[in-house]
Structure formats: structure tokens, C-alpha cells
């Protein structure tokens, strides 16, 4: 149950697009598309971005867009917003009823 | 509205015992799993356990099988973590979330302290 990994930090200026990855394995992000995106602002409790791939929950702008290739997913958010500036997870469905969701990226806007 | 309200967390001496409540409203409870996810200060979200609607069926990350139980009463729609032998690696705020293969709605945390 090794952690996906994400990249620490990724920043773009207002208007810009940014793309965080999630690289996982054969055994979650790559055997299922039950991959999840997660924002969470600073003391807030995470909110759900993009489940399976690429979905979007109603309410959520379609800036927001997730796919997959492999064993790495993606998550990029197109026209950056200072209220998309926040720590970003991924998830993914580990198999055997397991999860594990990513390192964490902190999008800074600039 | 959905609503997930956790309890039961505060300051608890190592090896010592805590159970946390989440208290489900606004949407049908016994149809959703249910999962428990934590997170330590300054650190990335962990997943720790997931049970099924019913309660028949459950797991969990290997850093907490054998000393933590989910559970659920559906009846009170009330989602539990009994948390055993507890260790400082175990302080964190945790959240109650729902869903099946992703967490669509989650609670404000409780925060669980394990010290001395």
C-alpha cells in the first residue's frame, strides 16, 4: 500500500493551464479507472474534483479535468483561478477493497 | 443536504483506546459504503478503512489491521472507529467520508492526539 506519487508543488499565473500527475502501478491506477481527485484549502476538509478518470461532480467547473494513461493519471486545471490555489490528492481503487490516495501537490497560483 | 458530523476524538496516552462516531444525515445511509481517511499534521491524506452498506463486509490499511474496527449501525446512521493500542504515529485529524469508489462527501474531521 505504497502511496501514488504526485509532485510536491506546481504553479501557474491566472488564465494559465497546470497539470499535476499521479503515478501509481499496475495494481491501482493503471488496473482500474476508479481514480479520484481531491482539492483541499487550507483547514478545510478535501472536496471531490474528478472521480473515475475523468467524471466531474455537479458543481464543479469544467476547468477541472482528469485522464489516464498507463499507470499515471492526470489532473489539469485550465484557467487558473486564485481560488484554485490549494493542495490537490489523487486516489485510486487498490483492488481487494483497498485505497490509497497520492503524496499531494500544492498548485500555487501566481 | 448531506451531512457527516465525526466525535469522539481528543488527547489519549499511547496504548490507550478511543472510538469515533460519524453521524450520517440527509441522504440514505444504509446504501453507501463508508470509509475513514486521516490525516497528520502537515501531511497528505492516508486512507485507513472502508466497511460496505450493510456492514458485512470490511478492510483496511496495513498500518492499522489488527488495532483498529469499523463498524456502522444503520439503524442510527451512524458510522464508528474503534481505535485500540493506540501509537503518536496514530495523531491525526480524521474524517469520515462516503462513497463507493471514491470519497464524494466528507465530514470536518475530528483530531485524535496521541501523546504523554
Known amino acids: 500500500q505504497s502511496a501514488l506519487t504526485q509532485p510536491p508543488s506546481a504553479s501557474g499565473s491566472p488564465g494559465q493551464s497546470v497539470t499535476i500527475s499521479c503515478t501509481g502501478t499496475?495494481?491501482?491506477?493503471?488496473?482500474?479507472?476508479?481514480v479520484s481527485w481531491y482539492q483541499q484549502h487550507p483547514g478545510k476538509a478535501p472536496k471531490l474534483m474528478i472521480y473515475e478518470v475523468s467524471k466531474r461532480p455537479s458543481g464543479v467547473p469544467d476547468r477541472f479535468s482528469g485522464s489516464k494513461s498507463g499507470n499515471t493519471a492526470s489532473l489539469t486545471v485550465s484557467g487558473l483561478q486564485a481560488e484554485d490555489e490549494a493542495d490537490y490528492y489523487c486516489s485510486s481503487y487498490a483492488g481487494s477493497n483497498n485505497f490509497v490516495f497520492g503524496t499531494g501537490t500544492k498548485v500555487t497560483v501566481l | 443536504e448531506i451531512q457527516l458530523v465525526e466525535s469522539g476524538g481528543g488527547l489519549i496516552q499511547p496504548g490507550g483506546s478511543l472510538r469515533l462516531s460519524c453521524a450520517a444525515s440527509g441522504f440514505t445511509f444504509s446504501s453507501y459504503w463508508m470509509h475513514w481517511v486521516r490525516q497528520a499534521p502537515g501531511k497528505g491524506l492516508v486512507w485507513v478503512s472502508r466497511i460496505d452498506s450493510d456492514g458485512s463486509s470490511t478492510s483496511y490499511a496495513d498500518s492499522v489491521k489488527g488495532r483498529f474496527t469499523i463498524s456502522r449501525d444503520n439503524a442510527k446512521n451512524t458510522l464508528y472507529l474503534q481505535m485500540n493500542s493506540l501509537r503518536a504515529e496514530d495523531t491525526a485529524v480524521y474524517y469520515c467520508a462516503r462513497g463507493s469508489w471514491g470519497f464524494g462527501n466528507w465530514g470536518q474531521g475530528t483530531l485524535v492526539t496521541v501523546s504523554s
Open positions: 499496475s495494481s491501482d491506477v493503471g488496473g482500474y479507472n476508479f
